[in-house]
């Protein structure tokens, strides 16, 4: 394959020259490709095609987090694409520059979503990822790959987890773990959810006659089940037959973005097993809507719809229903970038809370555009997903709200930590956990 015609050993253009245009993707690559490069993993693989249908024409770097942050050219999309065009052409090796660069994407699809050239950068970005293996250099993100399809064993490990929680172990070695473990254990919940959730199993509400199936994510459903109970209590008071997936299922996201095909699609499988029923589909995690629609075709015509939580709620709100909470409370509203990105409706959280009397709405801004959880990246990109998150506790402002609500788990666990470490006890909940309470019911039982 030819290499994209712009790209030319040895051509000098000062980074910065033009925003518009190509100048600092060029500049990159040129001055990457003169020094000695490292050997990549696999010259000139294929599957990168696509990247050269980028025209340049910078839309989406005011989009990007990580253009955001530091204002560099190969720290944005249309940066990527040019190393990934020029790596797939062989008119560039992969060097640790580029690499560095690459690895620092957080998948998030902010550029995907507003390219007019409709270039597919997730499916190049996860491409490189199965090529690289990269993700897969931090043992925790092999781990957890590992565990996506070890039901069984991910119980275990969590019910071990409770027992350490229960004899104060889990908080003696939060205090004293060093680095990366220090890191892994600010992320989880504290305290740890002493039980899981106790929701009844497929097929056992079927007091009404509308049926949804609700998607028992793999990392959410053990960490936030309150927000499983919640959905569960409210959808079965509107009279909906409720069907709970048999056991925490993982939509195949973690492993797609860590270069684990196989796994995602075998993930894929399971779920188009276990969510056989002609009926819509309930997610609660906005990360796992995307991977949820792909593995059931839903982009097709006649294909079961999947729906993220906040924004069912919101279309299918009773008319008659009234929701409002005992005293006047303040929410700021965090949305995760993939309630914009894979969900594609970022308003659908604000508008069901704001269904809720009593309750006042504060749009969180939105920093750099994440906060630099996604999926497994907080894990294997530490620095810069540290970076991210620097602006999140200041975004509160000097009178900071009640509570927070988000509908990602990730986003969820890096404001629990980022709220710790600032010494602030604010919770950090689900939409949907506001909404049972402003219906009077109190905080479903979990354990
Ligand atoms: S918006 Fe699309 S075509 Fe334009 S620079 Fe970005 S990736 Fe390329
Ligand atoms: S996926 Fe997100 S971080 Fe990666 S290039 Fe696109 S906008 Fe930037």
């Given at each position: ?38 050997m ?13 249908r980028c025209v340049q024409?910078a839309?989406?770097?005011p989009h ?10 190969s720290?944005?999309p ?5 190393m990934?065009?020029?790596?797939g052409?062989d008119?560039?090796?992969l ?7 690459l ?14 050239a ?17 993700p897969?250099?931090?043992?925790l993100?092999?781990?957890l ?15 071990l987890?409770?027992g350490?929680?229960?004899t ?31 929701l ?7 007091a ?10 793999c ?21 909906y037959?409720?069907?709970l997936a048999p056991?925490?299922f993982?939509?195949?996201?973690l492993?797609?973005?860590?270069g684990?095909?196989?796994?995602a ?16 589909v ?14 059931l ?14 924004a ?29 990105t ?6 659908a959280p604000?508008?069901?809370?704001r ?12 920093g ?16 810069m997903?540290?970076a991210?998150?620097?602006p ?17 788990i ?8 980022e709220?710790r470490?600032?010494?602030?006890e ?5 939409p949907v ?15």
């Open positions: 394959m030819a290499p994209p015609s712009w790209i030319q050993r040895g051509r000098t253009i000062q980074p910065g020259q033009s925003l518009l245009g190509l100048a600092c993707a060029e500049s990159y690559i040129v001055s990457k490709t003169d020094r000695k490069p490292e990549s993993p696999v010259a000139c693989p294929s599957g990168f095609e696509e990247a050269e024409c839309l989406c770097l990007c987090p990580t253009y955001r942050l530091t204002h560099d050219e720290e944005s249309r940066g990527r694409l040019a990934l065009a020029a790596w052409g008119s560039a090796a060097d640790p520059s580029m690499r560095a660069a690895d620092h994407c957080l998948g998030c699809l902010a550029c995907e979503v507003v390219c007019p409709a270039v597919p950068y997730g499916r190049l970005i996860d491409r490189y990822h199965e090529v690289t293996e990269r897969l250099r931090t043992p993100v092999r781990l790959v590992w565990l996506t399809r070890r039901h069984r064993v991910a119980g275990a490990l969590h019910h987890l409770q350490l929680q229960e104060g172990i889990l908080s003696f070695l939060r205090r004293i773990a060093p680095g990366g473990l220090a890191r892994v254990l600010s992320l989880m919940p504290d305290p740890y959810p002493r039980a899981g959730t106790n009844r199993r497929m097929g056992a509400r079927n009404g006659t509308r049926r949804v199936s609700i998607l028992m994510g990392v959410s459903s053990l960490w936030m089940p309150e927000a499983y109970a919640a959905a569960e209590t409210l959808l079965v008071r509107w009279g037959a409720v069907d056991h925490a993982c939509c195949g996201a492993a797609r973005h860590a684990r095909v196989r796994t699609e075998a993930l894929r499988a399971e779920l188009r097993d276990v969510l056989s029923a002609d009926q819509p309930l997610v609660l995690d906005s990360g796992c809507v995307g991977e949820t629609r792909a593995a075709g839903s982009d097709r015509p006649g294909a079961r719809p999947v729906h993220e939580l906040a069912f709620l919101d279309a299918n709100w009773p008319e008659a229903f009234k929701a409002t909470l005992d005293r006047p409370e303040r929410v700021g509203l965090h949305i995760p970038c993939t309630q914009r894979e969900v594609g409706d970022a308003g604000a508008r069901l809370l269904r809720i009397g009593n309750l006042t709405v504060q749009a969180i801004p939105d750099y555009g994440c906060c630099g959880a996604a999926g497994s990246y907080v894990l294997r990109e530490p620095g997903s540290g991210l998150a620097a999140l506790v200041g975004s509160l402002g000097p009178e900071p709200p009640d509570r927070i609500v988000t509908t990602n990730g986003c969820r666990l890096r404001w629990q930590a709220l470490q600032a010494g602030l604010i919770p950090v909940e689900h956990d506001i909404l049972l309470r402003a219906c009077g019911h109190p905080r479903p039982a979990t354990g």
